[in-house]
């Protein structure tokens, strides 16, 4: 064999795995077929959106100078300004990686990967002539792409996608998202900081599915009066273009609904980006366009491992390091011959954050999650309008929850709806992650006044026995 562990992909996952791989002691090749190097976090995904936002929120801070005794004076967004400092800084985060590639702790191929069968992969690239590689064990670390689903009228009528957007040097005047999932969330927020009329059409029964149903209320209440239009429940019956932009006609409640925008953002979600691998040649099964893998990321074939968007089942960063890191250790433990249990993932510390205004976080069980796992909690919650350091910042939208077992009081949850709750959540993850009960964490000393010591209200609340 040519290489003891060949990763096909560059992204978080891969290069994770790569290190890991390399720190191992595995002759390891990270082959990227993309037309640039960085994977999706870094070019279109995670860090390009956040710096974005990042300029709306402060366009945000600005237009509200008022209500804080202060004058900004005339103010107005560049937005051909705010994707240049997105270039800078995404282009930096992207050199940077690259130069991790190609630091020779591991081999670095630009190609195109095709597997020819179980052990060998065919590499193609422009202006090079075809060549083949073998690996004892293979990680395929692909990520996602977006996806168009078959509605009518989606695919010609012109609709934006979350790549568009990235480098669109214009504000439209209105805006329909299609979708309400992170992305379609924080674009949402983006274009409306920044003045856009915004109409989200969303086709299940609130913001968020999955979230629990306060916290998606709680979300959808302070976008509503950030002057957002708000759909659920819908079923969407065809888009067409109009002199004007974009009609999309769907029902409501049972009444046919037309809106009508300069633009559309295709918000739908994504798809495994499996094209062009012929995972069939390697007897690789991805049931519904996404591979199957087990606990310890293996797919139906034992030597070649996925991580990250191509297998999921959640299409964030940390959890795609964390799979190609135990893909790469795992690879090793074959390679080692060391006895079993390979190392498995877990996925208790589930962590979720949504960078919208107000943002969303959660970690561990919701409600409908302890239900199907048939798990018996309580639950109290804490409004951030009855808080003193987000009254005082103005920021009074949302709350903080708690979920705990009833007999021994562990902490199997938590999510927040407010200032800061990207950050806030991962004290409840350290809790977790002790196994800390929510009496535990109402005796932790919190600085007052700060946001974090919203967390001791409803720790408090459920540290006293039920029935007391």
Same mark, same amino acid.
């Given at each position: 064999?040519?290489?003891?562990?060949?990763?096909?992909?560059?992204?978080?996952?891969?290069?994770?795995?790569?290190?890991?791989?390399?720190?191992?002691?595995?002759?390891?090749?990270?082959?990227? *077929?993309?037309?640039?190097?960085?994977?999706?976090?870094?070019?279109?995904?995670?860090?390009?959106?956040?710096?974005?936002? &990042?300029?709306?929120?402060?366009?945000?801070?600005?237009?509200?100078?008022?209500?804080?005794?202060?004058?900004?004076?005339?103010?107005?967004?560049?937005?051909?300004?705010?994707?240049?400092?997105?270039?800078?800084?995404?282009?930096?985060?992207?050199?940077?990686?690259?130069?991790?590639? &190609?630091?020779?702790?591991?081999?670095?191929?630009?190609?195109?990967?095709?597997?020819?069968?179980?052990?060998?992969?065919?590499?193609?690239?422009?202006?090079?002539?075809?060549?083949?590689?073998?690996?004892?064990?293979?990680?395929?670390?692909?990520?996602?792409?977006?996806?168009?689903?078959?509605?009518?009228?989606?695919?010609?009528?012109?609709?934006?996608?979350?790549?568009?957007?990235?480098?669109?040097?214009?504000?439209?005047?209105?805006?329909?998202?299609?979708?309400?999932?992170?992305?379609?969330?924080?674009?949402?927020?983006?274009?409306?900081?920044?003045?856009?009329?915004?109409?989200?059409?969303?086709?299940?029964?609130?913001?968020?599915?999955?979230?629990?149903?306060?916290?998606?209320?709680?979300?959808?209440? #302070?976008?509503?009066?950030? *002057?957002?239009?708000?759909?659920?429940?819908?079923?969407?019956?065809?888009?067409?273009?109009?002199?004007?932009?974009?009609?999309?006609?769907?029902?409501?409640? *049972?009444?046919?609904?037309?809106?009508?925008?300069?633009?559309?953002?295709?918000?739908?979600?994504?798809?495994?980006?499996?094209?062009?691998?012929?995972? #069939?040649?390697?007897?690789?099964?991805?049931?519904? *366009?996404?591979?199957?893998?087990?606990?310890?990321?293996?797919?139906?074939?034992?030597?070649?491992?996925?991580?990250?968007?191509?297998?999921?089942?959640?299409?964030?960063?940390?959890? #795609?390091?964390?799979?190609?890191?135990?893909?790469?250790?795992?690879?090793?433990?074959?390679?080692?011959?060391?006895?079993?249990?390979?190392?498995?993932?877990?996925?208790?510390?589930?962590?979720?954050?949504?960078?919208?205004?107000?943002?969303?976080?959660?970690?561990?069980?919701?409600?409908?999650?302890?239900?199907?796992?048939?798990?018996?909690?309580?639950?109290?919650?804490?409004?951030?309008?009855?808080?003193?350091?987000?009254?005082?910042?103005?920021?009074?939208?949302?709350?903080?929850?708690?979920?705990?077992?009833?007999?021994?009081?562990?902490?199997?949850?938590?999510?927040?709806?407010?200032?800061?709750?990207?950050?806030?959540?991962?004290?409840?993850?350290?809790?977790?992650?002790?196994?800390?009960?929510?009496?535990?964490?109402?005796?932790?000393?919190?600085?007052?006044?700060?946001?974090?010591?919203?967390?001791?209200?409803?720790?408090?609340?459920?540290?006293?026995?039920?029935?007391?």
């Amino acid at each position: 064999m040519d290489y003891d562990f060949a990763i096909i992909g560059g992204g978080s996952a891969g290069y994770a795995a790569a290190r890991t791989a390399s720190a191992e002691g595995l002759r390891t090749v990270v082959i990227e *077929g993309g037309r640039e190097v960085g994977g999706l976090c870094i070019l279109r995904g995670c860090m390009p959106t956040k710096t974005m936002i &990042e300029s709306a929120n402060r366009f945000l801070t600005l237009r509200r100078a008022g209500e804080f005794g202060l004058h900004a004076g005339a103010i107005s967004a560049n937005p051909a300004a705010i994707l240049a400092r997105k270039r800078r800084i995404i282009g930096e985060f992207a050199d940077y990686r690259r130069q991790q590639l &190609e630091d020779r702790r591991f081999d670095f191929v630009r190609a195109r990967a095709t597997f020819a069968d179980a052990h060998t992969l065919r590499l193609d690239w422009p202006g090079e002539p075809p060549r083949t590689l073998s690996a004892a064990r293979i990680l395929v670390a692909t990520g996602s792409t977006v996806q168009t689903p078959p509605v009518p009228g989606l695919a010609t009528c012109g609709a934006l996608t979350s790549d568009d957007v990235l480098e669109r040097e214009t504000i439209p005047a209105s805006l329909i998202v299609l979708g309400a999932g992170p992305v379609a969330l924080e674009f949402a927020h983006y274009f409306a900081a920044l003045g856009t009329t915004v109409t989200i059409i969303q086709r299940g029964p609130q913001l968020l599915t999955g979230t629990d149903p306060d916290i998606a209320a709680a979300l959808e209440s #302070a976008l509503r009066e950030r *002057g957002l239009a708000i759909h659920t429940g819908t079923q969407i019956l065809a888009l067409e273009r109009t002199a004007a932009g974009v009609r999309v006609t769907f029902t409501q409640n *049972g009444a046919t609904l037309t809106v009508e925008a300069a633009d559309v953002l295709n918000a739908l979600g994504r798809r495994p980006d499996l094209d062009g691998l012929a995972l #069939a040649a390697a007897g690789v099964e991805a049931p519904r *366009g996404r591979i199957q893998t087990n606990a310890h990321q293996q797919t139906s074939q034992p030597h070649i491992f996925a991580a990250g968007d191509c297998c999921g089942p959640y299409e964030v960063v940390h959890i #795609a390091i964390q799979q190609g890191e135990i893909a790469a250790r795992n690879a090793a433990r074959q390679q080692r011959a060391d006895p079993p249990p390979l190392e498995s993932i877990d996925y208790r510390l589930n962590l979720f954050a949504v960078f919208t205004e107000p943002q969303v976080a959660s970690v561990g069980l919701t409600e409908a999650g302890a239900r199907a796992a048939g798990r018996a909690f309580r639950t109290a919650t804490y409004p951030f309008n009855d808080h003193g350091k987000s009254i005082a910042m103005g920021e009074t939208h949302g709350l903080v929850k708690l979920l705990a077992d009833p007999a021994t009081g562990e902490i199997l949850g938590g999510s927040v709806v407010g200032p800061h709750a990207s950050d806030l959540i991962h004290e409840i993850v350290v809790a977790m992650a002790f196994r800390a009960t929510a009496a535990q964490l109402a005796t932790i000393p919190h600085y007052h006044p700060t946001l974090s010591e919203i967390w001791t209200y409803p720790a408090e609340e459920l540290a006293v026995p039920s029935g007391t």
